[in-house]
């Protein structure tokens, strides 16, 4: 398999596609970027603030050629994407995709590419709640981690090619197993976001929903801004990890018992000692990636 990288087709010129495309362009990694998706408008747009170099709305057209195709459309869409693009694959053209979870991308791939070989499973651990191509930015992915996820099927070279596009917008990439990579992910995204969106949901379902917006400081609009995220993009991303999910939120109500029960209790000290384990741990990792 060759190394030099002519075409790459995405997929999905959003946040994540369009931003991947500005970084690519900005490192010179390949001579063309032609972007497809769903609307000729997003495309027109992506062209207008010159993210792609050319688009394609025929799917199948659209990776005809291409070195390299990045999926990054909302998960529950992969599956009709991958469908859609499958006939117009050359032999040795690499996918891979910028999912948030990865085992069920990895059954619809393994389902549907007549060789799994050039499959390449990815996720950029970086993102805003912002969405859409004019939200893209191409540095995004500096200095950000992209995890990809691998097995005893992948190959290499096919694997060297996807790490080397995410080193050259920026990124450092590290490699885990899928079933890895979505329990950890349940924890620290997809819980979190879920927490946020729950938080916002259960006040505006109180009488004094003004009132208490009114009041709402810093400490509320930190925590809940990921609940500005897509809910498309959400909805497909719990659904997609529901059962890592599920466990992490099944481990946080364990978690809320127990200091509703200290609260219960009047006691005090169980609270402390859970909010300074908390903060010491906080502290320690905002101090490592500061
Ligand atoms: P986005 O900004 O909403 O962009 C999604 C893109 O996919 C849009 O260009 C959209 O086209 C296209 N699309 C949607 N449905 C489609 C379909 N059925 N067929 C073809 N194209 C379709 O979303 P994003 O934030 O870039 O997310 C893309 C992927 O990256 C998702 O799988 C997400 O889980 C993952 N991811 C997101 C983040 C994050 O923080 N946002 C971080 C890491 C990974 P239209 O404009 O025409 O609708």
Known sequence: MSITVNKICIIGTGLIGGSLALGLKKAKFCEHITGCGRSEDTLKKAMELDVIDSYEMDMAKAVSGA????????LGAIRSVFEKIRPGLGETTVVTDAGSAKQC?????????????????????????????????????????????????????????????????????????????????????HLPHLLAFGLVDCLNNLDDVDEVFKYAAGGFHDFTRIASSDPDMWRDICLGNRDEVMSMMRRFKQEMENIYRALEDNDGDKLKTIFSRSKKIRDLFCEKNS
């Open 105 to 189: 991308v990895i059954r619809e791939a393994n389902e549907i590419f007549p060789s799994k070989h050039y499959f390449i499973a990815g996720h950029p651990i970086a993102g805003t709640e912002k969405s859409g191509v004019t939200a893209a930015f191409d540095n995004l992915f500096e200095n950000r981690k992209v995890i990809l996820t691998p097995d005893e099927n992948t190959d290499k070279t096919a694997l060297a090619l996807i790490e080397i596009m995410w080193q050259s917008v920026g990124a450092e990439v590290e490699f885990m197993s899928a079933e890895h990579h979505d329990l950890v992910l349940a924890g620290t995204s």
């Open 67 to 74: 070195d390299i195709v990045v999926v990054s459309v909302p």
